[in-house]
């Protein structure tokens, strides 16, 4: 780890790349191992009264071939994310992350700024302690499911895109004002649990699932809280096992809808590194109450305001190699295969999606990702000229 440091006697700033992972765990990451697994588990105390710096990006190319239908290439900045944090004590801290999607901000334009993180942490005990490390967090936060929810820095997921599972089933970057405790008892065991805001469901579609539904924190209806869960177990330094949970009255969000409409979503996810393979695998499911009452909510001309169905399901697999394992090299380059399955509505076959994903990563080091994949991308149902093929192309850097 590189630190740059400006000390005055009223304040130490120091400069570094610190991942949203450090948010996620009690500890903070170590820019030597690019996994996600080991960047949330490694120790980087930053000193008391000092300033943290730091932030990631990814740049995207994609083209799109559908069988029937006309060609589009697009490139996009997709995200700018800077970090600010402060450690004020040994057990007291500030993490945040401002993020720019899509470059361009303004009155008819595509692009967002939004707060992502922002949230204080405070420890209870030492982590020399023998209950373990635990402590509580109150802000801005990330709902604990899945993989690339939690960490989602660009060099640490292989693919230009992330996982549509992790897009349109676990809508990442997925993110609500709450409070959480966590603890951390053994080196190998970690839970936490907590109350955050929960959904909007006048913005669930049969499109994007609950993806819509996600209030980010901006003036929020907290009628219905969310109650989150998660579960994390490492047998050995390079397996992580992970389960996840949310519970939620959506109904109480939206004052036109007489109805719970709970939402209930579990996740398990699995990863793993040995002799230069990696390895994931992740699943997720939401069953959505009184659909039927949500379903029949509509606007001022008469029409249906959703039409999201009552259970959204995905999962994939991935495989990578890095093949300078065997080699001295510090570069990694990685051809990974991925299979990945994602329904927003198991009773309409058009709903159903499988994506084969082929591509390459290469990191010269571990803080920047050079990207390519293929799609092959198959919609289910009879509808002709809904299957197509992506080639995308990108950079990902955290500094």
Do not use: C
């Amino acid at each position: 780890m590189q630190f740059l440091r400006f000390t005055s006697p009223l304040l130490l700033l120091t400069v570094a790349a610190l991942p949203s992972s450090a948010f996620a765990e009690d500890t903070g990451p170590d820019l030597e191992l690019p996994a996600e697994e080991e960047t949330a588990e490694k120790v980087v105390q930053a000193p008391a009264n000092s300033v943290t710096i730091g932030g990631y990006g990814e740049l995207h190319y994609t083209r799109v071939d559908p069988e029937d239908g006309q060609v589009s290439n697009e490139i996009d900045m997709h995200r700018m994310v800077l970090y600010v944090g402060r450690q004020f004590s040994d057990r007291i801290s500030f993490s945040s992350e401002i993020e720019v999607e899509h470059a361009i901000v303004g009155d008819g334009k595509v692009g967002e700024v939004s707060v992502e993180q922002a949230v204080i942490d405070y420890r209870f005990t030492d982590p020399s302690d023998s209950a373990g490390v635990m402590g509580m967090r109150a802000g801005i936060m990330l709902v604990p499911m899945g993989i690339v929810n939690i960490w989602h820095e660009p060099n640490t997921f292989h693919g230009v895109e992330r996982p549509n599972v992790d897009k349109v089933i676990i809508p990442s970057t997925w993110r609500e004002g709450g409070v959480s405790f966590y603890h951390k008892p053994t080196e190998q065991l970690s839970y936490e649990a907590g109350i955050m805001g929960g959904l909007n469901p006048l913005k669930f579609s049969a499109k994007s699932g609950i993806r819509g539904g996600r209030q980010k924190v901006g003036e929020a209806r907290t009628d219905g809280l969310a109650f989150t869960a998660r579960g994390q177990f490492s047998p050995t330094g390079q397996t992580v096992l992970g389960v996840s949970g949310y519970y939620s009255m959506a109904g109480k969000n939206a004052d036109v809808v007489d109805a719970d409409v709970a939402v209930l979503g579990v996740s398990a996810d699995a990863r793993g590194k040995f002799e230069g393979f990696e390895a994931k695998a992740e699943f997720a499911m939401f069953t959505i109450g009184d659909t039927d009452v949500l379903n029949a909510v509509t606007d001022g001309a008469g029409d249906p305001i959703t039409d999201v169905a009552d259970t959204i399901m995905g999962t994939y697999a991935e495989l990578a190699y890095d093949v300078f394992h065997t080699m001295d090299m510090d570069e990694q380059l990685l051809p990974f295969a991925r299979l990945e399955y994602y329904d927003t509505d198991p009773d309409d076959d058009t709903r159903t999606i499988v994506d084969i994903v082929a591509g390459l990563t290469f990191r010269p080091i571990p803080q920047v990702a050079f990207k390519g994949d293929v799609v092959f991308r198959r919609k289910g149902g009879d509808v002709d000229g809904d299957n197509s093929t992506l080639l995308n192309l990108g950079v990902g850097f955290l500094y």
